[in-house]
């Protein structure tokens, strides 16, 4: 039996999302159409509205409803720190620390010669753009410990010490509460070579 | 940190759908900004379209984009044997087996003393409407196999029985390569009282 065709889109469009199977996607849609009309409307429209208003910020990349971002456009934050991250999560993770009170930039990506993505496909020559007379001092890769995120590091790193501009890496090591035991040897040989005076 | 004001509205509509937790709400709206405006746009619509074209049968209570349904309407299915089922979920899963090919009645939820749902509130009545001066000689009570379920199927066997017509519940077991060892005891139980001759 086939689905009304409605139905069959609706789930059809569910199931395009990541980590939503066709199964969910019937779940979804058939608590869809047992919401009331008001809240279905509600969520289709906060996709069309968010889509339409949400763009990225022309200084550091980062998703915003305005351009200037929050971020950029706040006088009380410090202006002499940039931390590069791959994506706007990466932004909301490291404010979650409410340690960070410098910049950010974001390159929406990482340098991936896998999937055929370089350095020119990212928010990079922005990046370079910013740092040319400005008053940053350090520049923070945040970039995930991975392999693409190492290579991505690897480059910002070699591209801009040459100005002059400090740049650093965020420690790899055991997650607070983690257990030697458990840990893989790749992350157990940085915590050792990372270690420090205490 | 806040998300930006139409991000925050998405993240919060989709956590309010099932089995979405803040998470991947946040995971699924970064991805929704990431997909091209054609893609969202249809996603929104879909949502839209569905809940404007979908209905349920005047007839069976099945969700459906035609009045009456395509299961209703169909001149080649069998008259004399309607399929009560709690959902249109239900329906899908009994045409899947594609043996059954009489009509269905969805009552769209179930008895349920405990969240104060009664027979008042479910596609009942129109059940006992149907069946009279009708053909059905058999009524097969597919309600999950639940507290819930049984009771409903109860009721409805206590109300259609003395109008002469047949009701039958599909039968409690084994599910097919399943392992008696790890069958709970009323499964095992029901699969015993309802043995067959070989």
Redesign the interface.
Known sequence: ?Q?????A??I???S?????GTK?A????????S?S?E????????????????RFCSICGN????DP???CSDKTRRRDQICVVE???D??AM??IREYNGLYHVLNGVISPMDGIGPEDLNMRQLIVRLQNSDVKEVIVATNPTMEGEATAMYIARLIKPAGIRVTRIAHGLPVGGDLEYADEVTLLKAVEGRVDM
Chains 1, 2 share one sequence.
Request: proline letters at 7%; glycine letters at 4%.
């Open positions: 039996m689905y009304p065709k409605p139905l889109r609706l059809g469009e569910l395009k999302l990541p980590g939503i969910s019937q779940r979804l849609a058939f608590h869809i159409l919401m009309d809240d279905a409307l509600s969520l289709a429209d906060s996709i069309t509205d968010a889509k339409k208003n949400m998703l915003t409803d305005s971002c929050a971020i994506s706007p999560q932004v909301i404010e979650k």
